[in-house]
């Protein structure tokens, strides 16, 4: 091969040397880029972040977004994770809630300020200090009515006990004095809603809430009702909990999602709800995931299928898609390596990099299999595809891939990030695409092929290509005629939106 056919630029002399070991060593150029691939996509799943906040995307040199950090610094509250229940029974409600906040309390590695009723127990030694003072009169005056009755009934741990000690007390309230009978008579109705809230409690599986302490006072049901968070007079109760640190907040959402579904199962009839910022984050990366996931299987089978179509063949474009998969690979690895999480908007790259570095592929084969028809030997049409076509590819692939690193002089941080792994994807993509897929190409029966079909394949391109030279020329010979359809068609277009927007604002 004559040097002088190609450019003597550096470039074109390292893509000529790459091209004379790939024919020398294929094989070194395959096997370890196969392993690479592994180590990157093992090395992908055990290090890689999804992060689901918000803050992710902003940059921390905002001094909005730096204030506001400070503070979550200072004050390291994760935000809350909220349920709702609502049904037409309290009673049933107070049982999803109960049994519920018991799980969520026993689980103390995921879930911290687990909130659902004011008791003495939540609100700490001061609790009664956030009652109204009539409450407290009432309170103090109840109490003082049922003191001999209490003392009794609080010897009892278990129902069976607590029978035990009413049948005690009736049997011998002849034998006391009026005043202890007179509080047994009117502690009558607390007692009949403790068995029946525990009568309700035994009839539903699962371990049972004990029954409302606050059904002892007041007018039971109202002052039960007071106790928890409640809205719409008790049709609704809440309940809010945290996860135990941020980085647990997608497997505290996940775990309660699953305590929910036990306790539904407990407590049917109910409707549950869950929500809260970190649970809409993480619904949100969520489907993001999936929408992207389904999106670079879609992109990838539609490079596959019109690659296929467009050449005729199969062997090559499959060898095509199969490096980009192994430019994907690496790219995650680089993003592993070098922003070490994805974000709700990063996690978009894949379907661009599919669109984008398969045109290195698409390039290099064309003209390697142009070579190989004009008669020239596998290592020469190897030569002036990489070289020569090379060239171009080179040259698009960093100015695309400038072009997406100068994203990251952004002040957006998503953008940023976005910028960094669209442009280092590129350059990896380029990598696999001009040492993998040539040693790739150097196999197949496609080769043989086109030096023995080399003629008639040629004739049928040239078919092919005078048709879609006679598609072209009928715009390209009436300029007038299709400049003035495409003013046309975009004074409608203007047209049509200036009338959908004055519809919405009428709406």
């Known amino acids: 091969m004559n040097p002088n056919e190609f450019s003597q630029s550096l470039t074109a002399r390292f893509l000529k040397r790459l091209s004379d070991a790939i024919f020398s060593h294929p094989r070194w150029f395959i096997w370890p880029q196969f392993a690479l691939m592994a180590v990157a996509i093992g090395y992908t799943f055990y290090a890689l972040q999804f992060i689901t906040s918000r803050d992710a ?13 400070n503070f979550r610094k200072e004050f390291p509250v994760q935000d809350e994770l909220v349920v709702v229940v609502e049904s037409e029974n309290q009673e049933r409600n107070r049982q999803f809630i109960e049994r519920l906040g018991s799980k969520l309390q026993a689980e103390t590695n995921l879930f911290a300020s687990v909130f659902f009723k004011a008791d003495i127990d939540t609100l700490g030694r001061k609790a009664l200090l956030f009652l109204p003072e009539d409450d407290l009169v009432q309170l103090r005056d109840t109490i003082k009515d049922f003191q001999p009755v ?11 006990a607590l029978f035990n000690t009413v049948n005690t007390e009736f049997r011998t309230a002849l034998k006391r004095p009026q005043s202890e009978g007179e509080a047994l008579v009117g502690a009558l109705p607390a007692l009949e809603r403790i068995v029946a809230q525990a009568n309700d409690s035994l009839t539903r599986p699962g371990a049972p809430p ?8 007041a007018e039971g049901a109202e002052a039960e ?7 719409n007079n008790g049709r609704v109760f809440l309940l809010t909990t945290q996860a135990r640190k941020e980085n647990l907040t997608s497997e505290a959402v ?3 999602r699953q305590l929910l579904a036990q306790t539904q199962v407990e407590v049917p009839g109910a409707n549950i709800g869950l929500t809260g910022e970190p649970v809409l984050e993480v619904d949100e990366m969520a489907q993001s995931q999936k929408d992207t996931t389904l999106a670079t299987i879609v992109a990838l089978v539609m490079v596959a299928i ?10 090559r474009p499959l060898k095509a898609t199969l490096v980009l998969l192994v430019g994907l690979a690496y790219t995650m690895g680089y993003t592993t390596l070098t922003v070490q999480h994805l974000n709700i908007l990063t996690i978009t790259f894949v379907p661009i990099l599919i669109g984008l570095a398969i045109d290195f592929g698409v390039h290099l084969i064309t003209r390697y299999e142009e070579e190989l028809r004009h008669g020239r030997s596998e290592q020469s049409a190897m030569e002036l595809a990489m070289v020569n076509t090379g060239l171009g590819i080179f040259t698009g692939a960093f100015t695309t891939a400038g072009a997406f690193f100068a ?3 952004s002040d957006f941080k998503g953008i940023q990030e976005m910028g960094v792994i669209c442009g280092g994807g590129m350059l990896v993509c380029l990598a696999a695409m001009m040492s993998l897929l040539p040693a790739l190409l150097l196999r197949g029966r496609q080769n043989t092929l086109d030096h023995t079909l080399g003629a008639a394949l040629d004739q049928r391109a040239s078919r092919d290509s005078n048709r879609r030279a006679r598609l072209e020329n009928t715009w390209l010979q009436r300029p007038k005629l299709v400049v003035a359809l495409t003013l046309g068609l975009t004074a409608l277009d203007r047209k049509s939106t200036r009338l ?7 709406s």
């Open 57 to 69: 995307l902003v940059g921390a040199e905002k001094e909005y977004h730096r204030i506001y950090q």
């Open 150 to 160: 209490l003392q009794q009934f609080a010897k009892a741990n278990n129902l069976a």
């Open 210 to 217: 004990s029954p409302g302490v606050m059904s002892l006072f």
């Open 225 to 231: 009702r007071q106790m928890y968070l409640t809205f």
């Open 254 to 256: 996940d775990r309660l």
């Open 306 to 315: 019109i690659f296929i179509y467009g050449y005729n063949e199969t062997g």
């Open 407 to 409: 994203m990251g002089f």
């Open 500 to 506: 959908n927007s004055s519809h919405d604002q009428i």
